[in-house]
């Protein structure tokens, strides 16, 4: 499986950035899409979800808009960063 371009970090929550190169009109273009999971303890093994606790949307919420600013700044910003960033 292949490893997120970037991920963003709030708790048990975390947003990933996955990227993919395509060819379009001769030029490789990254196409971007986005997850979202929380993470919890089932007994002693760790799980994730997708669905989440109405006290959870404000970090999701806010993992979304980091996500989002990240990917518009980036188009002009090309400096190396941490892969994990936690945002809360």
């Known amino acids: ?31 971007y899409s986005v997850s979202i999971d929380k993470a919890y303890k089932d007994g002693d093994e760790w799980k994730h979800t997708n669905s989440f606790a109405v006290e959870d949307l404000p970090k999701v919420a806010l993992l979304a808009n980091e996500v989002y600013r990240h990917l518009r700044l980036q188009e002009s910003d090309s400096q190396e960063e941490e892969v994990v960033q936690h945002v809360c």
């Open 1 to 31: 499986m292949s490893k997120p371009e970037k991920r963003f970090k709030c708790g048990p929550i975390s947003a990933s950035i996955w990227a993919e190169g395509k060819t379009v009109e001769g030029k490789m273009v990254k196409f």
